[in-house]
């Protein structure tokens, strides 16, 4: 089961819109998911809370299975799954970041 961080459907339409036009900051590959590129993710949350990753067609995952699998994996949760992006959300934790 996954940990919501988000209040509601408003807040989570929010994070989707402010993301929608910018530029992946992720690509998954044929290469699949492999630790150093997970813990890149890891990094990106703790430094920027969202995280919009893009599916390459060689992939071995969907959107979807690849959105569930980050969840619980990295303590996040996914906000929004267009097409073949994913948007993962986890707020920084007290005392860390800006």
């Known amino acids: 089961m996954s940990v919501r961080y988000t209040k509601d459907g408003k807040e ?12 992946a900051t992720f690509r998954l590959g044929r290469r699949g998911l492999e630790e150093q590129w997970l813990a ?6 703790a430094a ?4 919009k990753i893009r599916i390459g067609k060689n992939a071995e995952m969907a959107a ?4 569930t699998y980050l969840e619980e994996r990295l303590r996040s949760e996914v906000v ?9 959300y986890r707020p920084q934790e007290e005392g860390s970041g800006s």
């Open 40 to 45: 890149a993710v890891d990094d990106a949350l």
């Open 80 to 88: 929004g799954i267009i097409g073949s992006h994913v948007l993962l």
């Open 12 to 23: 989570r339409k929010l994070l989707r819109g402010k993301f929608q036009n910018l530029p």
């Open 64 to 67: 979807s299975e690849l959105g």
């Open 48 to 51: 920027r809370e969202t995280v």
